[in-house]
């Protein structure tokens, strides 16, 4: 009696183990079912992932060819502008000269009020009357401000 208690003791360990690892293993079946579905989603997702570093990397490429075309647009227009200046600072450093060439002689003139004024063309005292008090407080205004920029300076 000892030996068949012994022997469906075991009997029944054997039954409880086996009912044990097939509930592991129905366990263990919805694990990996989940993990390969997971494992579905993470193509795809990966597969997006790839799709959206190319679109980024072409942005990025027509971002550069924009930023290089800008750059040399820009350089261009510095340059120009640049010319432009240096155009226009000779342009004032010329009339700078040409009021101070005509200072000295408004200067002249008024210091030699002797010198007689140049002959005036016959057709040219027709067409335009002569002003001598325009044109004398226009030199006026000239000097001073002449004289005033030197003073500015």
């Not at 075309?69 to 000269?97: Q, V, W």
Request: glycine share 4%.
């Amino acid at each position: 009696m000892l030996g068949l208690s012994m022997g469906l003791f075991i009997e029944a360990a054997v039954a409880v183990l086996m009912a044990l690892t097939l509930g592991y293993c129905v366990i263990l079946n919805r694990r990996l079912a989940r993990l390969h579905a997971d494992r579905e989603a993470l193509k795809l997702m990966v597969g997006d992932l790839v799709a959206a570093t190319n679109l980024a990397n072409q942005a990025i490429k027509e971002l550069k060819s924009t930023a290089v075309e800008a750059d040399m647009t820009l350089s261009s227009r510095l340059e120009e502008a640049e010319r432009f200046g240096i155009e226009l600072a000779n342009h004032i450093n010329s009339g700078a000269a040409m009021m101070q060439r005509i200072a000295r002689l408004t200067n002249v003139a008024r210091q030699h009020p002797v010198l007689a004024p140049a002959p005036v063309d016959s057709s040219d005292a027709l067409t335009a009357p002569r002003q001598p008090n325009k044109v004398r407080a226009a030199l006026e205004q000239l000097t001073t401000r002449v004289s005033n920029r030197g003073v500015a300076a």
